[in-house]
């Protein structure tokens, strides 16, 4: 008998060893649902840089790779292929300064047949029953008989997968479109032109669209890429990058007035992604402009998203050549940054404000935000900085200027910037981290000791890297989005001062990277979402609008036991909304001690993110390995228990019982 009640006490006890687990120790506490902090609209944004094949070969649809030959190798990424007997001839024409943002051209002397293929970016992602737009630019040589021009998407072995044809009778320079249907899908097509007849043809700005684009637009950006990002609901986009604003040297900085009005005017450039890694060369990777600048603020606007534009500063990249515009030859640097204002917010009177009308947004874009250099350090930084910034404010004092602290998040260069920009009382200052894992998690404090009347902080740039900074070897794995996930309860924790946050870089194409880990991944075909996206996705879409004062224990959840944590009100949804992170490889069962006047429904919902292995990640074959799950829990006002899965992220969503609305 002895015996027996000995078993009945162990069962028991083993019945209840979870509850027995969460009442010991640390529990959460949340006082009240008073809260003296504003979480920014802008809280959690994007950051967009063409860097991977970001920009042409991704978001931006077209297919055709070097349209217009103005690549620094005319004819590269085409392939001719031509009769043997009597050849006809290829020429590259370029007419310099008669047409100096877009000169070069293909003149072909036509002597019976001749075919033209285009390799697209790695291979061209066609889809079965989906409509493809064609469209070239061409002259026909006066005198001349017409030309016939198939046009064909062709797969690996050279089949015809969807193939229109167009006669060439002008001969002045004009557009020519035809559009087909695709009879397969095939990941890697090619288009094929031939060309029938005899004579001279000149051609230009030979180009291959989607019909299906983000929100059918002709000649638009691509459609699964642009759900994505609408699925993060940012607050903000800052484009066009990263170290692509500065340029290796000044003359391949990001010039925005080249990346605005008629696409076939806007002059191209070198990426300077190219070349900059050994391990991962890219030669054939350059910028059309065809998304540019129009094209960004019209995607921010789309995204319910603050244009966040960054422009140069006058210093090129510091990792390449760093060179420096002298002082006194500023002038034109900061006119592009006042010009730009006037293109996004000036009257349809204005210059700008006209071009912009006229390129089809006569009302303006209500830029607030404008940012000065992007990865900028030293004297040189600071003193072209203040050009920037009294010059900007004369003319438009309520624009928010943003400044930086240079590429890392500590040592003599941050301390110098840091310091110079609170001197000169700037007003929201960009750090970046690309860090470890173990960073991540020991930073989760960072912000609780920095000056509350300080500059506000853009946490512009940051990944946790798995291996090292650059290192071709980092992945996109769960031990990286988990540490991510415990500094971003730190960044929303202390959101008087964070008011914009970005992961980067944000897309890569899976055979054309130079730069990992990236938030979201594609080949032509498809794109998937990294782990590190559905933390940016969980934290953005639970943004909340106050900050509230969880506390574990006495202090803020840092990582006692390896819980990081957050909370926020929804006035919006009468939501009190926790963020938890419990990044050791036990499960945690945790009280949390709600003050009396917290009343909430007995029915809440967890938003797990989670995976037991820390290497986990998400592909083509399994893009949703990690991806958030829903469940329903029981709440309740007076003693609740958060679950906390091992090595997870969860969004705890706890209606308020709407009496309690006044108690607030
Ligand atoms: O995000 C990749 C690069 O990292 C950015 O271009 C640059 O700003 C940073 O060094």
Redesign the pocket.
């Known amino acids: 008998m002895k015996r027996n009640i000995s078993w009945v006490v162990l069962l028991v006890m083993l019945a209840f060893s979870s509850n027995l687990q969460a009442q010991s120790g640390e529990q959460f506490q949340l006082k009240n649902l008073k809260s003296a902090i504003d979480i920014q609209p802008t809280m959690w944004g994007i950051f967009f840089?063409d860097?991977n094949f970001a920009a042409d070969g991704g978001l931006y649809a077209e297919m055709v790779k070097n349209r217009s030959f103005e690549f620094d190798t005319p004819m590269m990424s085409w392939q001719e292929a031509n009769e043997e007997s009597n050849p006809s001839e290829l020429v590259i024409i370029n007419l310099e300064d008669l047409k100096p943002e877009n000169p070069r051209f293909a003149r072909l002397k036509l002597k019976g047949n001749y075919t033209l293929l285009n390799e697209g970016f790695r291979g061209m992602g066609v889809k079965n029953g989906d409509l493809y737009n064609f469209s070239i630019q061409t002259k026909l040589q006066k005198g001349a008989a017409p030309m016939r021009m198939k046009i064909a998407l062709v797969n690996a072995a050279n089949e015809e997968i969807g193939a229109a044809e167009l006669m060439v009778e002008n001969t002045a320079w004009s557009t020519m479109k035809a559009s087909f249907t695709a009879k397969a899908t095939e990941e890697k097509a090619k288009l094929r032109l031939t060309f029938e007849g005899e004579g001279e043809l000149d051609m230009d700005m030979i180009s291959l669209f989607p019909q299906d684009t983000w929100k059918q637009r002709p000649g638009g950006l691509r459609k699964d890429i642009v759900e994505k990002l609408e699925a993060l609901q940012p607050g903000f986009l800052r484009f066009p990058?990263?170290?692509?604003v500065e340029g290796r040297v000044l003359a391949e900085r990001y010039q925005w007035k080249k990346t605005v009005g008629a696409i076939d005017q806007r002059t191209g450039l070198v990426n300077r992604w190219n070349t900059e890694f050994d391990h991962r060369l890219t030669p054939d990777y350059f910028q059309t402009f065809g998304l540019g600048f129009y094209e960004y603020f019209l995607l921010s606007e789309d995204l319910g998203a603050e244009a966040l534009p960054i422009l140069s500063c006058g210093i090129a990249c510091q990792f390449n050549t760093g060179e420096l515009v002298p002082m006194d030859h500023l002038d034109p640097y900061v006119q592009d940054a006042l010009d730009l204002i006037e293109f996004a917010n000036g009257a349809t009177t204005t210059a700008w404000g006209k071009l912009r009308a006229d390129m089809g947004h006569p009302e303006p874009f209500n830029l607030k935000y404008i940012g000065v250099g992007?990865?900028q350090w030293g004297p040189q930084y600071i003193e072209r900085y203040i050009v920037f910034e009294k010059a900007i404010k004369a003319k438009y004092p309520d624009m928010i200027i943003v400044s930086g602290t240079g590429?890392f998040p500590d040592g003599e260069d941050f301390d110098y910037a840091a310091k110079e920009l609170k001197k000169l009382n700037a007003e929201l200052v960009d750090e970046?981290y690309?860090n470890t894992p173990e960073w991540f998690l020991s930073n989760a404090n960072r912000y609780d000791a920095y000056d509350r009347n300080g500059p506000k902080i853009f946490a512009g740039?940051y990944a946790a890297q798995s291996v090292a900074i650059a290192s071709p070897d980092n992945k996109n794995n769960w031990q990286c989005a988990l540490s991510e996930a415990a500094f971003m309860t730190g960044l929303e924790r202390n959101a008087d001062i964070v008011h914009m946050t970005s992961y980067?870089?944000l897309l890569a194409h899976a055979e054309a990277w130079q730069?990992t880990p990236d938030m979201i991944w594609f080949n032509n075909l498809e794109s998937y979402a990294t782990p590190n996206y559905y933390v940016q996705q969980l934290f953005s879409n639970h943004a909340g609008n106050k900050v509230l004062d969880l506390k574990y224990g006495k202090q803020p959840a840092t990582g006692a036991d390896q819980l990081y944590a957050s909370a926020v009100l929804d006035e919006a949804n009468n939501q009190l909304i926790l963020k938890v992170v419990n990044a050791s490889d036990k499960d945690q069962d945790k009280l949390i001690k709600l003050g009396s006047d917290i009343k909430i429904n007995t029915k809440a919902e967890q938003i797990i993110l989670q995976s037991k292995d820390l290497k986990a990640e998400n592909g083509f074959s399994a893009p949703e390995h990690i991806a958030p799950q829903h469940k329903t829990i029981e709440a309740s006002s007076k003693k609740m228990t958060l679950h906390l899965p091992a090595q997870s992220l969860s969004i705890f969503k706890l209606d308020l019982q709407s009496v309690n609305v006044q108690s607030r």
């Open positions: 840089e860097i990058g990263g170290c692509i992007n990865e590429p970046h690309y740039e980067a870089p730069w």
